[in-house]
């Protein structure tokens, strides 16, 4: 690596640093528990069922299974990849393992630091991987914004937390996007299905999606972690 190089990548880890240490700087005990309930997957469930139903609804048996097999392969390169094989390459200690220096000036929630690397983030990739694939797959202007507001919300919740840094959300959600338009062309390409006219119900994961967001908020109030 050359001298200009060199300096152009200690730039970029040095601002990567110093926005993390930003976000996860900015806590208080409300904002620690909203954002480590955001950052729990299994919260998240009635909106993953909620995008299953409306996927049903909209489309033939046959387009409906060809979606789940195209969406289970997205997952499978979103997050078994991720995890499995880029982590362990490019091995970046998380902000706030144990490992890394910057951990003692990482604010650390529930005692939570996450696996040992971090880089790229996997629910970066797989939140904005399921974001990337129903905007593709539906179309709707306000399901779509609030599938983008959904995927932005639980990646910060990850910087709060000070298990990522901004890097790894970035490159997480680049491999989303990828994953995402790739099933999406093989699934179009399978089924002929480019976007359904006549949408049914589309707006209740919208629905479902901002009342699990309220709940968590309400909760938030009452629930100290």
């Known amino acids: 690596m050359n001298e200009l190089a060199l300096s152009l990548y200690r730039q970029l880890v040095d601002l990567d640093h110093q926005m993390l240490l930003a976000v996860n700087g900015m806590h208080s005990t409300y904002w620690d528990t909203f954002m480590w309930l955001v950052s729990d997957k299994y919260m998240w469930i009635p909106l993953y069922v909620a995008l299953v139903y409306v996927i049903f609804r909209n489309h033939s048996l046959k387009a409906f299974l060809w979606c789940a097999v195209a969406i289970g392969v997205m997952i499978l390169f979103t997050d078994a990849f991720t995890a499995s094989v880029l982590k362990s390459s490019f091995a970046r200690l998380r902000p706030a393992n144990t490992d890394n220096p910057l951990s003692a000036m990482v604010h650390v929630v529930n005692g939570y630091r996450g696996g040992r690397y971090g880089f790229p983030s996997n629910h970066a990739s797989n939140c904005w991987g399921i974001a990337f694939f129903i905007v593709l797959l539906f179309r709707q202007k306000w399901l779509s914004m609030f599938m983008a507001a959904w995927a932005m919300t639980v990646c910060y919740s990850r910087l709060y937390l000070g298990v990522h840094y901004p890097g790894d959300i970035l490159v997480g959600m680049l491999l989303g996007l990828v994953g995402a338009w790739t099933v999406y062309r093989v699934f179009v390409r399978l089924t002929g ?18 009342l699990t967001m309220f709940c968590l908020f309400a909760a938030s109030f009452f629930y100290r972690i």
């Open 193 to 210: 299905v480019y976007v359904e006219t006549g949408q049914k119900h589309i707006y209740i994961p919208l629905y479902v999606g901002l």
